[in-house]
């Protein structure tokens, strides 16, 4: 079932968090094809995560250390999880000497430009919408650089971002 979790058969929605002096939502839209992999996640539930997604998942980019962060776009998935081949390069900064090609500890995606929004969504605005409570970005401490994103939140994200926000407001 491409784009669809195995278990559900419902298509699964993600965010991707990039900081953009490293790579914008820009640099991708510029990127042959609008497309790149999605590599250098060094911590194992983010990673996890990618090995979840599915050709045809959707996710939201965000632009995290920035100011304002904010999500500015949506991706697509156009490969599954594979090897991410940086861990096995001694020049590379993510590079892992524990990690093997027979046996992977890190892998990525790749991903494709859908479309920036409208207008950002900065962190600030979405904090106190009422929806977005259990929205793994607006807990306190949250610093996963992929998460995942459930349906309703992904409609009510689309929903406000055609809407003038302001701190607090629903």
Not at 127 to 151: A, F, M, Y
Not at 159 to 165: E, G, N, P, R, V
Request: aromatic fraction near 10%; charge should be positive; charged fraction near 30%.
């Amino acid at each position: 079932m491409v784009g669809k979790d195995l278990v559900t058969g419902m298509r699964q929605f993600w965010l991707l968090k990039s900081e953009p002096s490293v790579f914008s939502i820009d640099d991708l839209e510029h990127a042959p094809k609008r497309t790149t992999c999605w590599e250098g996640v060094r911590n194992y539930q983010a990673r996890n995560y990618l090995q979840a997604m599915a050709v045809g998942d959707q996710g939201f980019f965000y632009h995290s250390n920035a100011d304002p962060p904010a999500i500015v776009g949506v991706v697509e998935i156009v490969r599954e999880a594979y090897a991410d081949p940086y861990a096995f390069d001694s020049r590379s900064r993510y590079f892992d000497p524990r990690s093997h090609p027979d046996n992977p500890r890190w892998v990525m995606v790749d991903v494709r430009f859908v479309r920036k929004l409208s207008r950002p969504l900065t962190l600030e605005s979405l904090r106190g919408i009422k929806g977005l409570e259990k929205l793994e970005l607006v807990r306190k401490g949250s610093r996963l650089s992929v998460q995942p994103v459930r349906e309703q939140e992904w409609k009510l994200l689309f929903q406000l971002a055609k809407q003038k926000l302001t701190r607090g407001r629903s």
